[in-house]
């Protein structure tokens, strides 16, 4: 019986209701979980019947309106596949490298090289590799797709939790180890809500340009074979090289719909999810909300399946390793012979390798005539000046807007989606227009690569500088707002040193992005026309359709080395004074 205050009435029949619709609305819910994991098996058993297929390179590219849905489809598993590779990749680099101090600055020099070394430079090693490790299915020529719109999302995602690791407060970890949590504890209890932030930002950074470089990964040229994939970056590709405009705009909205939908059911609910995992001694006031998260938390099956499943297993997990651990407490620690033996073959396995790929490398290098190597230096110099400038003017809007987005979850609303749609949409779709227009205004495309870097590479920028302003401790905003800080003195005492190691995150995956991107932006098909202007990414993709390998070797391996060069001089010490001077602690 329902006890109700003194003067309060309610009538039965509200009050049935009231009950009805507590009780049906988790019953709606599960319902709705239910059929999209119905509708998730559907789409495997669809995708597995193409990929077991016979292989095929030659699609014609439909650009009739009614066959975009099956190419979104096909484009949104491929780029989905490549997030979840792209994320697996970068917990496990992330982590060796900041606890490994041996391999540390080896491993961040790897980082370094990767994400310079544009999509088109992997593209052959990667396709024959996997044609040939899959031979007579669709597979092959997918996963190599998978791989190279891997190659364009993997590396930011790593640096971030890299930074993260190497930021996380020295009282957290003492705490961690005062209560003897094992690897695995730690990691899931400690580093990884740690970086949830940044993770979740950069992770969008990292699927947007996945849709960036989408045309370049499933229709290319590569020696005498035209591959092309069905899918959304094709159609898109194909339309742009007719002319179709009409074409462009229904690739376009398809695309943006499909942005819009993975923002409001995918990253709104991480993002108002991850807001727990704020670095902060008082909550704040303003948090981010997410009716579909709501739903999700407050569904009667998925309670059912945590309570019985998922924490049962862990704990079990967590039991197993805690007496684990204990029984290796009580026996000495001992190298076994095995153990070093074991060290020393996979060394010398891997010195193998690589003395291999190097000789053929050499080989390959030589056949390239001198003046060509001085074209390519030249070439260097010109692209390296664009990129200066793509970084020069990305930041001086993006780290402003970045941080207003950052502090005001109302902002945040309306501006994330926008952001997502800006930095998702191919600019090689849009180009042609934006090539006009500076043509009109008296440039060229010397000019307008400067452009299509930008509308590239800005991103990386803005979205770490708003991880930074969301991560940005409550009370520190609060002490700002009790001693009346100016708006100068908020920027020099709280907003820059918070933020500086998200900051530097950006500019470092910005500047491997924006050389990455040189490849689309100095060379760029127009209605059957190729255009063109000196440049080392215009090298590059020449190189590619022509199947001249050794001139791609030898201006994938300079692009590389002066990234790293600039990195080493220039972003490492700089991230040296972010992790350390402003690192936050209580």
Not at 50 to 67: E, G, K, M, V
Not at 176 to 197: C, D, G, K
Not at 328 to 348: C, E, F, I, N
Not at 472 to 483: M, N, T, Y
Request: glycine residues 6%; charged residues 10%.
């Amino acid at each position: 019986m329902i006890q109700l205050p003194a003067g309060f009435h309610l009538r039965r029949d509200t009050l049935a209701r009231s009950v009805v619709v507590r009780r049906s609305w988790p019953v709606f819910l599960d319902l709705c979980v239910a059929g999209l994991l119905l509708a998730c098996f559907y789409a495997v058993v669809q995708i597995a019947r193409y990929w077991n297929s016979t292989p095929r390179t030659d699609f014609a590219i439909s650009l009739s309106p009614h066959a975009l849905p099956m190419y979104a489809f096909f484009s949104i598993v491929r780029i989905g596949f490549a997030y979840l590779l792209s994320l697996a990749f970068a917990l496990i680099y992330g982590y060796i490298a900041a606890y490994t101090p041996r391999l540390e600055g080896l491993m961040l020099a790897c980082l370094d090289i990767l994400q310079s070394i544009p999509v088109l430079s992997f593209l052959p090693g990667v396709m024959l590799a996997m044609v040939a490790l899959v031979p007579g299915h669709q597979l092959g020529i997918e996963m190599g797709a998978i791989i190279l719109i891997f190659t364009g999302q993997a590396w930011n995602i790593a640096y971030s939790f890299y930074a993260s690791l190497k930021a996380i407060p020295r009282e957290l970890t003492e705490a961690a180890r005062i209560y003897n949590f094992s690897p695995i504890q730690r990691f899931f209890h400690l580093e990884l809500p740690f970086a949830t932030i940044g993770l979740i930002w950069n992770s969008m950074v990292s699927v947007a340009g996945g849709w960036f470089f989408l045309m370049a990964c499933e229709m290319f040229i590569l020696g005498s074979r035209d591959f092309r994939l069905p899918g959304l970056g094709s159609y898109l590709q194909t339309a742009a090289a007719n002319g179709d405009f009409r074409a462009i705009t229904y690739g376009l909205l398809t695309m943006i719909a499909i942005i819009v939908a993975t923002d409001q059911l995918l990253w709104r609910p991480l993002i108002a999810w991850s807001d727990k995992f704020k670095f902060e001694q008082t909550e704040s006031s303003n948090r981010v909300s997410s009716p579909l998260l709501h739903l999700l938390q407050h569904s009667t099956a998925i309670s059912h399946l945590r309570q019985r499943t998922l924490r049962p297993v862990s704990e079990f997990f967590y039991r197993t390793s805690y007496k684990r651990r204990a029984i290796q407490h009580q026996q000495p620690a001992s190298d076994s012979t095995v153990q070093k033996v074991l060290r020393y073959v996979a060394a010398g396995l891997f010195i193998g390798i690589v003395l291999f790929a190097a000789t053929h490398a050499i080989v390959l290098l030589r056949e390239v005539q001198p003046r060509q190597i001085g074209m390519i230096f030249l070439g260097a110099g010109a692209t390296f000046l664009r990129v200066f400038a793509a970084l020069l003017i990305g930041s001086a809007w993006t780290i402003p807007a970045g941080v207003a987005i950052g502090l005001h979850p109302r902002l945040a609303r309306i501006a994330q989606p926008l952001a997502q749609i800006a930095a998702s949409v191919p600019a090689t779709a849009v180009f042609p227009v934006l090539l006009v227009a500076i043509v009109k205004a008296g440039g060229g495309l010397g000019i307008g690569s400067i452009a299509l870097m930008l509308l590239g590479t800005q991103w990386y920028i803005l979205f770490n500088v708003i991880a930074g302003a969301i991560a940005i401790p409550s009370d520190l905003r609060e002490v700002g707002r009790l001693f009346r800080f100016s708006t100068v003195e908020k920027w020099k005492v709280i907003i820059l040193p918070s933020i500086f190691p998200y900051l530097i995150t950006g500019l470092v995956t910005a500047s491997g992005g924006a050389w990455n991107a040189s490849i689309v932006a100095e060379y760029f098909r127009l209605k059957n026309q190729t255009l063109s202007t000196f440049g080392l990414g215009a090298q590059i993709s020449a190189a590619t359709d022509a199947g001249q390998f050794p001139v791609l070797l030898w201006a994938t391996i300079v692009m590389a080395l002066i990234v790293v060069t600039i990195n080493r001089l220039l972003w490492r010490p700089i991230y040296r004074i972010a992790e350390t001077r402003y690192k936050l602690s209580a």
